[in-house]
């Protein structure tokens, strides 16, 4: 079992609709959650930092976050072409020191 | 403020040859990480320092591969000999330990092509 999954897509959602990306980690112990945003040929942008249950919210980005479950997913509401891109889930752990582990990615597309 | 940065760009070299990638932290930050992206692969965790120290490197794929960190400021990631399947994008990424989430920032990126 990977240490962190997500579903490889693409996910494709059209102009104006909720995108939905889930994320599922392995270790219980994991404290911190980040969702970065790679558009093609660029570098990894954190958009989301999330360390608590519940939600948290940033302009038209939502981070959801259920420690029971393992679970970890960005909403997009209002999605724009411009979100097209690849969307990189990412765990931490105190006992990893500074270390974070990265999910494969969910390739995202916004059709106009 | 200046992000995480990164050189050169872009390396083509041919098998055999040495590379030597460059990095430079976001100035305050104390832990540095260099990773390989790759279409097959994503992105791996190659090593990490944390205050110049190298914490992990069990990601470094053989011998061939080094890295560096003489100052807070500077590090290298060396290849020698490259040989074609080290063709890929070799990001960089800073964070500062001991905040809360231990938030990563990544630099450009070196693409390497090996021929």
């Known amino acids: 079992q990977k240490e962190v999954e997500q579903n490889s897509g693409p996910l494709s959602v059209p102009e104006g609709a909720i995108a939905s990306l889930n994320c599922t980690y392995s270790d219980r112990v994991s404290q911190s959650f980040f969702w970065y945003r790679q558009y093609s040929g660029k570098s990894p942008e954190l958009i989301m930092s999330i360390y608590s249950n519940g939600d948290k919210e940033d302009g038209r980005f939502t981070a959801q976050l259920n420690k029971a479950s393992q679970y970890v997913s960005l909403l997009i509401r209002d999605s724009q072409p411009s979100d097209s891109a690849t969307y990189l889930c990412?765990?931490?752990?105190?006992?990893?020191?500074?270390?974070?582990?990265f999910g494969s990615g969910t390739r995202l597309s916004i059709r106009p | 403020d200046a992000g995480v940065i990164q050189s050169p760009r872009h390396e083509v070299t041919e098998m055999g040859q040495e590379v030597t990638l460059r990095c430079k932290p976001i100035?305050?930050?104390?832990?540095l990480f260099w990773y390989r992206q790759t279409m097959m692969r994503g992105l791996e965790l190659l090593i990490y320092?944390?205050?110049?120290?190298?914490?992990?490197d069990s990601g470094m794929p053989e011998d061939r591969f080094s890295a560096k960190m003489p100052n807070a400021s500077f590090s290298t990631l060396k290849i020698q000999p490259s040989e074609p399947r080290d063709s890929a994008v070799y990001f960089c990424?800073?964070?500062?330990?001991?905040?809360?989430?231990?938030?990563?920032?990544f630099g450009p990126g070196t693409r390497l092509t090996v021929t």
């Open positions: 320092f944390n205050n110049n120290v190298p914490i992990d």
């Open positions: 990424a800073s964070s500062q330990q001991g905040s809360v989430g231990y938030e990563q920032y």
């Open positions: 100035s305050g930050h104390n832990s």
């Open positions: 990412a765990v931490a752990s105190y006992s990893s020191a500074s270390k974070i582990i």
